[in-house]
């Protein structure tokens, strides 16, 4: 692939007559990056790569001639929601269009526990459609008041939710998306889970998703409480009995260790000095037998608010949970970085302690109570890590794994490198159908190098997908 020349583009802007077409410098920069800047490694790798130009289309009509105009001239498109991922998803590594689906944003339908939006649409405005009829996202990031859903899809895993739910690709958390080819002529293709999923958390790289349908859940009068204690281990264990008791109904348990309280100097009223801490969603009618179940442990309850007010005044305690811990860990101490990982369920507790013991204070434990796609309660790991060195950080996530602890990497930007692990033959063959001249966010899919020896292995038979489109 090589970066558009002038003329391509030329042609291409040619072709977008009455499109929204941001040109200027700084602000294609701006566009071109994402939050790949809590990683010391991808800030330098990413420094160097633009946009040439970013488009803003509204309609499906205009996201139709963008495709087309970019396939006929061959010119490089990075799909972009709200630029909010961590990994320099939305940063073009070719140039060429980033296609903004900001502003296709809105609600196709609703019906009871399903909802049908456009990709652009924020998570945030998601809820506040369909709280109002008892309903609301199964699970969303942590940056839920600015991602779109395409952006979640594209590059997220779950979140705030994830505890009831699991990752967004659990089976039955999304039903369907609709999608574009990108070919001089494009058609729109409506895949169902699980093909959908090949879409998911791939960087936009197999397809650009215009709409998708997704399963939503009850929505409650959450309130949101901290649970303060010492000991890492006993508050890790209230931690899990909390997300474990199938009576009390919740929306996200986040643990924190002590160390990490001198970076979250907002919260200090109610988290004091020395203290472990409990960040929890639940059921308003749960707030008694939460303190029951937290003086049994030794903690207390320091903070107890009504959810929605919180988030309707930007002062939800959601917004430090997730990365959102990392984002304002940045604030404080710019040296720090972080790690993801997945601890073994059954162990997960023992897993923590133990990289807590081989680690020390190079590595703080701050742990997301989740359940996987199979069920099982565990956590998933955003560790703040005393950052000194490229080496020393890969030294750290490789005692990890070496530990039984899952890494996915949030320091590289290849699809394989990061979460996916390996390379999939599913993607490469959706990728090949739904983008067949590999337009899209070009060289963040590992496999797409490898796609003539993998279409003829799926032909010889040599290699089994199972779930391939069917259009
Ligand atoms: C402080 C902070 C906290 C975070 N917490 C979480 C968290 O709790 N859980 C989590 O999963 N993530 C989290 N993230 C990462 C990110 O915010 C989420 O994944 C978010 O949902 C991304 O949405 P976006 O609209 O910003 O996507 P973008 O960053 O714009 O895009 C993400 C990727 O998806 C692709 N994409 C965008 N739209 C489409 C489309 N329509 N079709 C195909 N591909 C598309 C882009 O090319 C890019 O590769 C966090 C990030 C930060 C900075």
Same mark, same amino acid.
């Given at each position: 692939?090589?970066?558009?020349?002038?003329?391509?583009?030329?042609?291409?802007?040619?072709?977008?007559?009455?499109?929204?077409?941001?040109?200027?410098?700084?602000?294609?920069?701006?566009?071109?990056?994402?939050?790949?800047?809590?990683?010391?490694?991808?800030?330098?790798?990413?420094?160097?790569?633009?946009?040439?130009?970013?488009?803003?289309?509204?309609?499906?009509?205009?996201?139709?001639?963008?495709?087309? $105009?970019?396939?006929?001239?061959?010119?490089?498109?990075?799909?972009? /929601?709200? @630029? +909010?991922? =961590? #990994? %320099?998803?939305?940063?073009?590594?070719?140039?060429?269009?980033?296609?903004?689906?900001?502003?296709?944003?809105?609600?196709?339908?609703?019906?009871?526990?399903?909802?049908?939006?456009?990709?652009?649409?924020?998570?945030?405005?998601?809820?506040?459609?369909?709280?109002?009829?008892?309903?609301?996202?199964?699970?969303?990031?942590?940056?839920?008041?600015? $991602?779109?859903?395409?952006?979640?899809?594209?590059?997220?895993?779950? /979140?705030? @939710? +994830?505890? =009831? #739910? %699991?990752?967004?690709?659990?089976?039955?958390?999304?039903?369907?998306?609709?999608?574009?080819?990108?070919?001089?002529?494009?058609?729109?293709?409506?895949?169902?889970?699980?093909?959908?999923?090949?879409?998911?958390?791939?960087?936009?790289?197999?397809?650009?998703?215009?709409?998708?349908?997704?399963?939503?859940?009850?929505?409650?009068?959450?309130?949101?409480?901290?649970?303060?204690?010492?000991?890492?281990?006993?508050?890790?264990?209230? @931690?899990?009995?909390?997300?474990?008791?199938?009576?009390?109904?919740?929306?996200?348990?986040?643990?924190?260790?002590?160390?990490?309280?001198?970076?979250?100097?907002?919260?200090?009223?109610?988290?004091?000095?020395?203290?472990?801490?409990?960040?929890?969603?639940?059921?308003?009618?749960?707030?008694?037998?939460?303190?029951?179940?937290?003086?049994?442990?030794?903690?207390?309850?320091?903070?107890?608010?009504?959810?929605?007010?919180?988030?309707?005044?930007?002062?939800?305690?959601?917004?430090?949970?997730?990365?959102?811990?990392?984002?304002?860990?940045?604030?404080?101490?710019?040296?720090?970085?972080?790690?993801?990982?997945?601890?073994?369920?059954?162990?997960?507790?023992?897993?923590?302690?133990?990289?807590?013991?081989?680690?020390?204070?190079?590595?703080?434990?701050?742990?997301?109570?989740?359940?996987?796609?199979?069920?099982?309660?565990?956590?998933?790991?955003?560790?703040?890590?005393?950052?000194?060195?490229?080496?020393?950080?890969?030294?750290?996530?490789?005692?990890?794994?070496?530990?039984?602890?899952?890494?996915?990497?949030?320091?590289?930007?290849?699809?394989?490198?990061?979460?996916?692990?390996?390379?999939?033959?599913?993607?490469?063959?959706?990728?090949?159908?739904?983008?067949?001249?590999?337009?899209?966010?070009?060289?963040?899919?590992?496999?797409?190098?490898?796609?003539?020896?993998?279409?003829?292995?799926?032909?010889?038979?040599?290699?089994?997908?199972?779930?391939?489109?069917?259009?």
């Amino acid at each position: 692939m090589n970066k558009p020349t002038e003329q391509q583009l030329s042609a291409v802007r040619a072709e977008l007559d009455g499109v929204h077409i941001i040109d200027d410098e700084s602000q294609v920069t701006r566009l071109s990056r994402d939050f790949s800047w809590f990683s010391p490694v991808l800030t330098q790798e990413l420094e160097p790569y633009r946009a040439d130009i970013v488009v803003r289309p509204k309609t499906e009509d205009e996201i139709v001639r963008v495709v087309a $105009a970019c396939a006929k001239h061959k010119v490089p498109i990075t799909p972009r /929601g709200a @630029g +909010s991922g =961590n #990994y %320099g998803q939305c940063t073009p590594l070719f140039g060429g269009v980033i296609i903004d689906l900001s502003q296709y944003n809105q609600l196709v339908w609703h019906k009871g526990d399903v909802a049908r939006v456009q990709a652009g649409m924020r998570l945030l405005d998601i809820d506040k459609a369909t709280q109002p009829a008892g309903w609301e996202l199964r699970c969303v990031p942590s940056t839920f008041r600015i $991602a779109t859903v395409g952006g979640l899809y594209g590059g997220g895993f779950g /979140g705030i @939710g +994830s505890i =009831n #739910y %699991g990752p967004l690709a659990s089976t039955g958390n999304v039903l369907g998306v609709k999608a574009i080819t990108v070919e001089p002529e494009p058609k729109l293709v409506e895949l169902r889970a699980p093909e959908a999923l090949l879409l998911h958390h791939v960087y936009g790289t197999s397809g650009i998703v215009l709409e998708m349908e997704i399963a939503l859940a009850p929505t409650h009068a959450w309130r949101e409480c901290v649970f303060v204690g010492d000991g890492i281990e006993r508050m890790l264990r209230l @931690g899990d009995e909390i997300a474990n008791a199938p009576g009390i109904v919740k929306k996200s348990v986040s643990f924190f260790e002590d160390s990490i309280q001198p970076f979250l100097p907002t919260l200090h009223s109610f988290w004091a000095t020395g203290k472990s801490a409990l960040f929890v969603v639940i059921t308003e009618n749960a707030v008694d037998a939460l303190r029951d179940l937290a003086n049994k442990h030794g903690a207390t309850i320091s903070y107890n608010e009504p959810h929605l007010d919180q988030v309707k005044k930007g002062r939800t305690i959601l917004e430090y949970t997730w990365n959102h811990t990392t984002l304002h860990a940045l604030k404080i101490d710019k040296t720090i970085t972080y790690i993801q990982s997945g601890f073994p369920a059954g162990q997960h507790i023992e897993h923590a302690l133990k990289m807590k013991a081989l680690l020390g204070d190079e590595c703080l434990l701050h742990l997301e109570f989740i359940r996987l796609k199979e069920g099982q309660m565990t956590f998933s790991g955003l560790q703040i890590i005393r950052y000194t060195n490229a080496a020393r950080l890969n030294e750290i996530m490789q005692l990890h794994r070496d530990n039984g602890v899952y890494i996915a990497n949030p320091h590289v930007y290849h699809v394989e490198d990061g979460k996916q692990g390996q390379i999939n033959p599913d993607i490469v063959m959706t990728k090949l159908r739904l983008d067949p001249q590999g337009l899209v966010n070009p060289g963040k899919l590992r496999g797409w190098e490898l796609r003539d020896q993998i279409a003829a292995d799926v032909r010889a038979g040599k290699v089994n997908v199972a779930t391939l489109p069917k259009f």
